[in-house]
């Protein structure tokens, strides 16, 4: 296999350069996303394929993946620092190194997770930098403040968008950090550094003395009541996310009161819920784009067979409410899945690209028609702030549709995928490293998607049985009323 670096020294400047302060590359983006058929499995026969193997570094995601003949390891850095991920060959080449393509562009080596998946663009290595071999103890308070506070500076996305100046929070904060003797003590200058950057997707989490703690804030004055009401409560077993589920089946009572007797169905555990509401309109609710089992093609195609179901049943229906209103998100794979039942014919729904990788061309997505129940007629897409993630690029996709009427709130405005790091000490943390915009080149990012239609689903000042009156004036307005 040809190097795409072949001067040693050169070579050794690459590796370097990878590591430094300054942005790897200032060219204008010439590296297009290939076709899905140009992808080939990394795995084949039970063995890394030739084509594939190689030290590959991502300089939009600060990753390393090593892949050879006896398996993968995978890396992570920042400004200088570089630190092993710990991860077993199998989960890397499981989860994240699925499929590679040798892109036509020199310099460019491709990775999926699935032929659907975000692609990344790596160059090649001819050896590990240094700084991810050094024996040092990078468990150490400061090293974990550095990591994550480099990483940040180097990758995330939305400093703008966000009034975030991550050299005065470094310089600030790196003393207290210097002066940290356990991570018990570095905590609170960890919470300290990512104040009020109100990202769900950029979070830390870890483990002290035995007790999970997460680090994480978001947009949205009900969002952060239920938070208070979280952070007051007894230590808890699951996370904020997690323990919001309790509440979201609380208010989806709401929903179901104002079903058509006889017409409620479900499917998935209770995340996909159809039914009948007053005025021949149908109901759809989707209330997760992940959390279904299996691999990412599998609750993909799960997705698609309850949507299918659901739709089967509301093909005589004027109109549909199709209610995403507490939709944390999931995978944009199942939401495009979902999405490909209301198309008409292929459209352009957004495009995204790593944020610090300039070379790297916006990556399409589209949506094509698709599933065995199709429904074109008027639909009423009610949104909130607690539409999150995949459920806003869902959002997204569903504008894009000549059809769909969003009603209701403002989106949360947390779009790009959350890039993870594993961190020496066992903490992890994630982060906004990606940029999408719409069809009409809009990002929405820090803002979310605004209703064509308000709705006070959430108001700010709480009030009891909001939702349900938000639902029930978007039926009337499928309705003709």
């Not at 670096?5 to 996303?33: I, K, Q």
């Not at 058509?260 to 005025?279: E, I, K, Q």
Request: glycine share 8%; hydrophobic share 40%.
């Amino acid at each position: 296999m040809k190097p795409v670096f072949s001067a040693p020294r050169r070579c050794a400047l690459a590796a370097a350069a990878l590591l430094a302060a300054a942005p790897v590359f200032a060219a204008p983006p010439t590296l297009p996303p290939v076709p899905e058929s140009a992808l080939h499995p990394v795995v084949a026969n039970g063995a890394i394929a030739a084509g594939a193997r190689g030290i590959w570094a991502v300089p939009g995601y600060g990753d390393i993946y090593a892949l050879s003949a006896s398996g993968a390891s995978m890396y992570q850095y920042a400004d200088g620092l570089c630190w092993r991920v710990p991860a077993d060959s199998d989960t890397i080449l499981d989860k994240v190194v699925r499929y590679y393509a040798r892109s036509p562009r020199p310099r460019d080596f491709i990775i999926a997770s699935s032929p659907q998946a975000t692609q990344l663009h790596a160059v090649e290595l001819p050896r590990l930098p240094a700084a991810c071999t050094a024996p040092l103890d990078r468990s150490k308070p400061l090293y974990t403040f550095d990591a994550v506070s480099l990483t940040l500076k180097r990758l995330y996305a939305y400093n703008q968008e966000r009034h975030l100046d991550w050299n005065a929070r470094i310089a600030r904060l790196r003393p207290s950090a210097a002066r940290a003797r356990s991570d018990a003590e570095l905590k609170p200058v960890m919470a300290e550094l990512l104040r009020g950057v109100d990202d769900l997707h950029t979070a830390l989490l870890g483990e002290i003395d035995g007790r999970g703690f997460e680090i994480q804030s978001q947009r949205g004055a009900h969002f952060t009541r239920l938070r208070q009401r979280y952070d007051q409560l007894p230590p808890q077993p699951e996370s904020f996310l997690d323990w919001m589920q309790t509440w979201i089946a609380q208010e989806r009572v709401q929903a179901d009161a104002q079903l058509l007797p006889g017409t409620r169905g479900s499917a998935l555990d209770g995340r996909v819920v159809w039914g009948r509401l007053p005025g021949n309109v149908g109901y759809l609710a989707v209330t997760a784009m992940a959390g279904y089992g299996g691999s990412e093609e599998a609750q993909r195609a799960a997705a698609g067979q309850a949507v299918d179901e659901a739709l089967s049943h509301l093909q005589g229906t004027r109109a549909l409410v199709f209610d995403i209103a507490h939709n944390l998100g999931g995978l944009d794979l199942v939401s495009a899945e979902i999405a490909s039942r209301f198309a008409d014919r292929e459209r352009l729904a957004y495009r995204k690209h790593p944020y610090p990788d300039p070379r790297v061309q916006p990556q399409p997505l589209r949506i094509a028609p698709g599933g065995t129940s199709r429904y074109l007629k008027p639909v009423y897409l009610l949104t909130s702030e607690f539409t999150c993630s995949a459920g806003e690029t869902f959002t997204l996709m569903m504008r894009a549709l000549p059809q769909v009427v969003q009603v209701g709130q403002p989106t949360q405005g947390i779009f790009s995928d959350g890039l993870a790091k594993f961190l020496p000490n066992g903490w992890s943390f994630s982060l906004s490293n990606e940029v999408y915009r719409d069809a009409w080149g809009e990002s929405y990012e820090a803002r979310g998607l605004p209703p064509d239609l308000a709705a006070a689903v959430y108001p700010a000042k709480e009030s009891a049985g909001s939702y349900g009156r938000a639902l029930r004036r978007t039926a009337q307005w499928a309705a003709g009323r």
